[in-house]
């Protein structure tokens, strides 16, 4: 009997305990979850306001893009009227061909006869003076034509010349326009990628304070559990009195089993879960494919915001080429810039993206090749290029690579 008294008062004594335990272990796990939450609301935050930040430069990119209109619809413009243009300069060329077979058959017309005996001739031949006054006056006129045949040629000519030369700085402006527009667009797709990616990571932070917050929640509802389950088997193991020490000590062997066994499959769940997060490498046909559907691009015409497959501009070209291969670009040579990693020329491989800047940021981008040779959408059309030739070495930037192929 004094032995079950013994045992009972010590029971009720943890029992009495119990409360006080498990309320500091509750309050630790719950602050740890308030400094989740606190951690969470401050992502969701940074997220919302660069969220923000993001729907401003998608709203200044439309814009730019309603600029784009604009400029291919002057540059089409520019090609009529430099196709009327060139209507013109045939049509004057053959009329100044027509003058100078006239001029030259009035030459060898007069070399048969002097022109002073000519004109004599015409006097004397005269059959009254009206007669005679009408062949001076003739004499005259045709002289006179022949001084304005000469000065038409000449006013043609200088017209001529005129029109090329306005024409020739209208095309200069235009391309001007062209590549700020590109700068301008690609700084806006730069500023867009790097915001990108930030929100991104805080995405991913976010995530897994929340998993973390997930976890603590868990472990505190588990402890609960397990502090409720010792509570009732020591208050059963004061009625039971010798053999409720025995239970118990069972029950606890049993329960700590369990968080064993839980905490081992939870351990097998992380170690799955992080084996199949591995990323296959990426294979050899990549290459070929996005090569064979770049040269099958070859002489078709530059479009400025063209994407294929009827026409494109720089950065349609290579994102249209590499998409072939699965993988996906952002839309601006300044966006590729961004996205890509850096490697010199000496490092540079076919496969890797060139750049160019004309003064205001990346505006130009092509495939290379090898040799010191690209692949690229210009204003001639898709075409290869010389990366060190008159045009391109003195606006090379550097080399970038997206795929390691």
Known sequence: MKKNAFIAVSLAAVISLTPAFTTNVFADVNTDIQDQDKKISDLKGQKSDLES????LQSQLDESQEKAKTLQAEYDETNKELKQLNDDIEKINERIKEREEVLKDRARAMQKTSNSNAYLDIILNAESITDLVGRVSAVNQLMDSDQQILEDQQNDEKALQEKQASVKQKQADQQKAIQDYEAEQGKIEAQKAQKEAVVTQLA????????????????????????????????????????????????????SSSSSSSSSNSSATNNSSSSSNS????????????????????????????????????????????????????????????????????????????????????????????????INAQDNGVKYDNIHGAGWGEYLVGFGRVANF
Do not use: W
Request: with cysteine; net charge negative.
């Open 53 to 56: 930040q993001l729907a401003t």
């Open 204 to 255: 991913a932070d976010q995530a897994a304070a929340e998993n973390e917050k997930s976890e603590l929640v868990a472990q505190r509802d588990q402890e609960a559990k397990e502090a409720a389950e010792k509570a009732a088997q020591l208050e059963e193991a004061t009625t039971a009195q010798a053999t409720a020490s025995s239970s118990s000590s069972d029950n606890s062997s049993s329960s």
């Open 279 to 374: 990323i296959p490498a990426s294979s050899g046909s990549a290459y070929d494919k996005m090569m064979s559907t770049a040269t099958a691009q070859l002489g078709k015409p530059y479009q400025l915001g063209a994407s294929g497959p009827n026409a494109f501009d720089c950065s349609g070209f290579t994102s249209y080429s590499f998409a072939a291969a699965g993988i996906s670009l952002p839309r601006t040579a300044a966006g590729q810039y961004a996205a890509s990693q850096k490697v010199s020329e000496s490092q540079a491989k076919p496969g890797d993206l060139v750049f160019f800047n004309y003064g205001s940021g990346i505006a130009h981008v092509g495939i290379y090749v090898g040799g010191g040779t690209m």
